[in-house]
């Protein structure tokens, strides 16, 4: 048979605390002097907490490297110390008798006479500068932060631009200039009321022509038809045949100057912005007026388009650049980054990005969304009416002081900074640069200026990167706005 089973009672579970509760009771009962009270606290091992702490939080960090001070050793004890001192940059050494080199030292160590001691003679948990002067510095968190590579892009070199032709006709400032898509001319505007066209390679007068009554501001050449527009200040766009050399067609509309215009690269669409706050859209051959865009509060003083959207962005003299929906005429973002006009934009011809020009910077944005990108790592501290940009990633701005600054595209860097020569018989002041245009290759830019004069640049051949090295200092801090 077999024996009978006796049952084990369960013992109750209890938990961690409370063990650990009822451990610290029994300890106390059997060791604490007077009951209810808890015994003093340990300063040494307050000390070696703290040191533990420390080192587990700040470990890994590099305190900032100084140069080491020299003590008065006259009223210095020397002896071994203990101290606690976190991990420096390599090959970093301690100075002799007891004082690091690094910013941070811990723990119970000798102290110079004079220095109040916190605890038991000759020990401290008092943080150690490396030197007097930068004692609240070392206590900020910059100090232990870590230093961080800078992963701002390089610049591409590029080789400096020079100036090789000054081309001569004009009566007038010179207000806007385009190129012919293939590459043998290219048209100015001028406050002389004329239209000038020009040989590229010989940079020859070919052809003037006359109709507008007031200073031609904008330009465009089609790449699709035989046509060439011109907008300028006494409110008329016009379309000119260049095989006849004649207006076609105008399109009235405007209820003030025009000062910008542009092609649609797909559609036979002209789209130009005025004094009038207003960017209108024309149909080029019925000469109708499909938009008037509206949404501005000032001048609207530089324009472009894409083939897709957004498909059209304006600037304006109210510090904002717009994006419009062409299917129906209306806004889909605006962008307030800008603090002054923004006088002049200009679309990268590979990228999905665009930047614009304004007196306070001049910022680089992607597309479709606008998503701001940076700002160039200078400032050119002037009014900034034209700049442009070429595959290569070379972009030029240009001032109403005269200045011609090349930025690479990529990080933003100016890598050359020039001023323009005034043409003997002109004032100081008609330094101004008011268009700026690569031809269709990009290797040869056209400035447009105040001395009534053309410019042709060109890279020079004879540059090399250790002719011309980067002079390239990364930004300390990344602005967002």
Known sequence: MPAPTTEIEPIETQSLKKLSHKSVKRALDLFAPVHGQF???????????????????????????????????????????????????????????????????????LQPKGLNNIGP?????????????SYQRNLSTAALMERIPSRWPRPEWHAPWKNYRVIQGHLGWVRSVAF??????????????????????????KLTLTGHIEQVRGLAVSNRHTYMFSAGDDKQVKCWDLEQNKVIRSYHGHLSGVYCLALHPTLDVLLTGGRDSVCRVWDIRTKMQIFALSGHENTVCSVFTRPTDPQVVTGSHDTTIKFWDLRYGRTMATLTHHKKSVRAMTLHPKENAFASASADNTKKFSLPKGEFCHNMLSQQKTIINAMAVNEDGVMVTGGDNGSIWFWDWKSGHSFQQSETIVQPGSLE?????????????????????????????????????????????????????
């Open 429 to 481: 002041s008609e330094a101004g640069i008011y268009a700026a245009c690569y031809d269709q290759t990009g290797t040869r830019l056209i400035t447009c200026e105040a001395d009534k004069t053309i410019k042709m640049w060109k890279e020079d051949e004879n540059a090399t990167p250790e002719t011309h090295p980067i002079n390239f200092k990364p930004p300390k801090e990344i602005r967002r706005f």
């Open 180 to 205: 012919d898509p293939s590459n043998e001319w290219f048209c100015t505007g001028s406050a002389d009321r004329t239209i000038k066209i020009w040989d590229v390679a010989t940079g020859v007068l």
């Open 39 to 109: 015994p003093p606290p340990d300063l040494e091992a307050k000390k070696i907490r703290l040191s533990h702490k420390m080192k587990v939080a700040y470990g890994g960090v590099e305190p900032v490297s100084q140069p080491p001070r020299q003590p008065d050793r006259s009223n210095e004890q020397t002896g071994p110390s203990n101290a606690l001192a976190l991990p420096g940059p390599e090959g970093s050494k301690s100075v002799q008798k007891g004082v690091t080199e690094n910013a941070l030292v811990v723990g119970p160590t």
């Open 121 to 133: 003679s000759g020990k401290s948990t008092t943080i150690i500068p490396a030197t007097g002067s």
